[in-house]
């Protein structure tokens, strides 16, 4: 175990462009929806009690149920005391960050409760916000609704005049500059999924713009929260013993898994039309293979970093519908047993999924990328539910040393160099390396493991960063829409194979696998 000695080491606080958290009218649509009364106001709960939230920040819950200011706190009480990170829920502090919260009740399409939205943010609407002297010029709108919700929520906001873009009668303000003091910023956070293909995240892309600007508009990818990801570019690029070595030189493949012991659950209606490439490969995965991959960004300016990203895309070769069949393998679970011996159902047995459906739970793909640094090195992602074990990580193998000496002796019992990057659970780096084993001569591989625990007392959800950002106007661990239409092109080649695959063909001609709920993880390759 590596034994660390941090605190004899100074502390480099980073002055991320200034960004941070700015006084804003946080509005919800969805506000009494399982997102919102698990993610967000428990996150939003966390950075109050921590003091990241704004003191002057309002709360506005949006959704069509009937409930008044009081019910809905009680509601989201909780939610909050349930799923907040805080130890031990504060009663007086509760009080003093739901005095802060409202709602407004209206149905999602009906432009009244928009123009009321309007009213009450402007301070038109005498007596709705009690007690609060000043109303904040700045307003995220979030959007934890389903997503066939997206482009009407942000078209009744444009029509009441609550965009960001001028000419539709919307203000804005590039972020991170202090707005002149009537005129505040408006964003847009758009959840998942974003879009079903390419065509239909263009058409979305293009009617959120109707009403908000590009660098308004923050796609959420919660991945890109959690603090292992955001590791990935401090390990890179504040390190000088891993850039050299990262590459097709030293790099042999890399792996990236994020695997999951869940079943669906009930998401069939969503899932069922969608699917393990649809619903983690497509951003999840690919996001984090951006991440592994890119190049050094000019700065860590967040129109940089994307632009790194979007270049990992652009260099995927285009591969052929027979090409990317081959490269890949889909898989669906079929009832099976847990470590305890508890049944499982089967996916087509679940609410909502078609009983004879050919919908992926399981999907590995290799990729290759065409460019300087990383051509020839298979890039394997897979991704699946109902597995043995639940993990995300990412595993980087080197290449093995000259055959002199040990290699030529060993054979394959000497073990590659691997940097194993843990992103849950036990947050961590792990590098493997070979070593003596004392009193013999003989070769034992070995692990340096660093874990975050062992350093910091908490690690916080990664939809309190996302919404610090957000207020912030720092849209690093956002997807621009050119990042998320890049990744649909090669989901959409795969899509449009596996449609036409017979599901009982082979697995390399786009077959469908069946495994028992409960399996162990799948070598890679199976
Ligand atoms: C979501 C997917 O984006 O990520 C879910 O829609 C999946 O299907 C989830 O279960 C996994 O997230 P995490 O953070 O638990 O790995």
Redesign the pocket.
């Known amino acids: 175990m590596l034994q660390l000695k941090s605190e004899q080491y100074p502390v480099c606080s980073l002055d991320s462009g200034g960004f941070k958290p700015e006084p804003a009218v946080f509005v919800v649509f969805g506000a009494t929806g399982d997102l919102s009364h698990r993610k967000i106001f428990p996150a939003l709960f966390d950075l109050f009690l921590g003091g990241i939230l704004p003191e002057d920040l309002l709360m506005v819950g949006f959704a069509r149920k009937d409930l008044d200011h009081k019910k809905f706190r009680e509601g989201l009480r909780q939610g909050c005391a349930s799923f907040a990170r805080a130890a031990a829920f504060d009663e007086e502090q509760w009080k003093r960050f739901s005095s802060r919260v409202y709602y407004l009740r209206s149905d999602l399409e009906d432009s009244r409760g928009y123009v009321r939205l309007a009213d009450v943010l402007a301070g038109r609407e005498n007596g709705f916000f009690k007690a609060i002297d000043a109303i904040p010029k700045n307003i995220l709108f979030y959007l934890a609704v389903g997503p066939e919700h997206f482009g009407t929520i942000s078209d009744r906001l444009g029509e009441a005049g609550l965009g960001s873009r001028r000419d539709r009668g919307g203000q804005r303000a590039a972020p991170g500059v202090k707005s002149a003091p009537r005129q505040g910023w408006r964003r847009l956070v758009v959840e998942?999924?974003y879009g079903r293909d390419g065509e239909s995240a263009k058409e979305l892309t293009a009617v959120l713009q109707r009403s908000f600007a590009e660098r308004d508009i923050y796609r959420i990818?919660?991945?890109l929260g959690?603090e292992t990801v955001q590791n990935l570019l401090y390990l890179r690029f504040a390190n000088s013993v891993f850039e050299p070595i990262w590459n097709r030189h030293h790099i042999e493949a890399i792996d990236i898994s994020?695997f999951?012991t869940?079943g669906?659950g009930d998401?069939g209606g969503?899932?069922d039309s969608?699917g393990?490439a649809r619903?983690?490969l497509q951003?999840?995965l690919i996001q984090l293979m951006c991440l592994t991959t890119m190049e050094p960004p000019a700065s860590l300016d967040p129109e940089n970093i994307h632009n790194e990203k979007v270049k990992v895309l652009q260099s995927i070769a285009p591969y052929s519908p027979a090409s990317l069949l081959a490269r890949a393998l889909r898989g669906q679970y079929v009832r099976g047993v847990d470590a305890e011996g508890r049944s499982l159902p089967g996916y087509r047995e679940e609410t909502r999924v078609k009983p004879d459906s050919s919908t992926e739970t399981y999907v590995a793909l290799t990729l290759e990328l065409d460019n300087w640094r990383f051509a020839g090195v298979p890039i394997r992602l897979r991704t699946g539910?109902a597995f043995a074990s639940?993990f995300?990580q990412i595993v980087i193998h080197f290449k093995k040393p000259p055959a002199a000496l040990f290699t030529a002796q060993c054979g394959e019992s000497l073990i590659n160099n691997t940097l194993t990057i843990q992103?849950?659970p036990n947050e961590g780096v792990w590098l493997r390396f070979n070593a003596k084993i004392p009193g013999m001569s003989a070769i034992k591989a070995n692990e340096l493991r660093f874990s975050f625990k062992e350093v910091s007392e908490y690690l916080p959800e990664?939809y309190e960063r996302l919404i610090a950002d957000a207020l912030a106007g720092d849209s690093t661990l956002f997807i621009r829409a050119d990042e998320s239409q890049q990744a649909w092109r090669i989901v959409d080649t795969l899509e449009a194979a596996w449609a036409k695959a017979d599901p009982g063909a082979p697995p390399a001609k786009g077959g469908l696998l069946f495994y028992p709920a409960g399996s162990p993880i799948p070598e890679i390759g199976s």
């Open positions: 998942k999924p990818d919660h991945y959690k994020v999951e869940v669906i998401r969503y899932y969608a393990a619903d983690m951003n999840h539910k639940k995300s992103i849950q990664a």
